[in-house]
């Protein structure tokens, strides 16, 4: 196998045909659904996939759901509707700001917030984010978290993320993908519609998503792209330029984070290189060579991608069926036996 910088080029037609085509028979002979409903957040993702959906099943029987609250970006708004509008599709606003206040979602965030940064008070008009290491390629670091707060003037503080307030900070903002999730199955029960996924496979393979929030869903349709190859479809399908121009977020946090800092530890262009010649098992020096790389930075790079997996793998599992899995381990005994 040949590797090169072009390894992850795709013919973007005939896998925007084939995606289509699947998704069409997937909604009539599996799911049994007269439609898709789709979470659109201005991001490429999200917008290659209602395209998908649209070349799939007609812009009639597609909707676009836009779901803001109050620490959403405008720009994704206003990047939601544009998409909507370009492939004709109906847009439809559902603002989860109360659902979220009800449920505690920035109250309890901000409660381990302050315990590290005691003047800490977004009414106040501070914000805050979550961050990883940056050089990864250079630095022999571990995925842990920093929170960063920006204060009314602008200035910024920085501290390491004990397990336990990172937990609870997590939690809390996970409810906003879980409340987004109730939403889309709302307008999708009320439509005999199916929910579609957005993910793509470097979401999923290394745990970017949330269980049951934006994990949760009917039909995955670009979970085995690349990000890369995600643009590469995104450009083939006309999305619109300001989309693809965009960096990717999280659209999470109240303060700005790209999914780079919050997350992935590289630019997409130099991970999903090295994921696919991590996976397609290419030798690393071979690895090293293509991409101006010294085979240490290589190792550090396959080594994140490992944790990360591995760390993450509870995400990926499907509900345990106890009777099953008991039946399992009598079966296994018996072998040994």
């Known amino acids: ?193 199916a929910v579609a996924g957005t993910a793509n496979k470097n979401e999923h393979d290394q745990g970017f998503f949330v269980k049951y929030g934006d994990g949760g869903v009917d039909v995955k349709l670009i979970e085995h792209l690349y990000k890369t190859q995600v643009y590469q479809l995104a450009e083939h399908l006309g999305v619109p330029e300001g989309i693809r121009r965009r960096t990717p977020t999280t659209d999470t946090y109240s303060a700005p984070a790209t999914q780079e800092e919050f997350f992935f530890r590289l630019p997409f262009e130099t991970m999903d290189l090295l994921w696919w010649a991590m996976e397609n098992s290419v030798p690393i020096g071979e690895v090293a060579r293509v991409m101006n790389l010294s085979v240490e930075q290589v190792l550090r790079a396959y080594g994140d991608f490992e944790r990360k997996r591995r760390t993450t793998e509870y995400l990926r599992l499907a509900p345990v069926r106890l009777a099953e899995s008991q039946a399992a381990a009598a079966q296994a005994g018996m072998l040994e036996r």
């Open 1 to 193: 196998m040949i590797f090169t910088k072009e390894s992850l080029k795709i013919d973007a037609a005939a896998e925007s045909d084939r995606i289509a085509s699947l998704a069409r028979e997937t909604l009539r002979k599996q799911l049994r659904r007269n439609g898709f409903v789709v979470g659109v957040s201005g991001g490429v993702d999200s917008a290659v996939s209602l395209a998908l959906c649209v070349r799939a099943v007609g812009r009639d029987r597609v909707k676009a759901i836009l779901l803001p609250e109050k620490e959403s970006s405008p720009e994704s708004e206003a990047l939601g509707f544009e998409l909507a509008a370009h492939y004709g599709v109906e847009p439809v606003r559902e603002n989860l700001t109360a659902a979220l206040e009800g449920v505690g979602c920035y109250r309890r965030r901000d409660e381990a917030i302050a315990r590290l940064f005691p003047g800490y008070d977004a009414a106040l008009g501070y914000k805050s984010k979550i961050t990883l290491p940056a050089k990864l390629l250079d630095e022999d670091t571990l995925n842990v978290f920093s929170l960063t707060i920006i204060g009314p003037t602008g200035a910024m503080e920085t501290k390491p993320l004990p397990t336990a307030e990172f937990l609870e900070i997590a939690g809390a903002s996970n409810f906003k993908q879980r409340i987004r999730m109730a939403m889309l199955y709302y307008h999708a029960e009320v439509n005999h519609y």
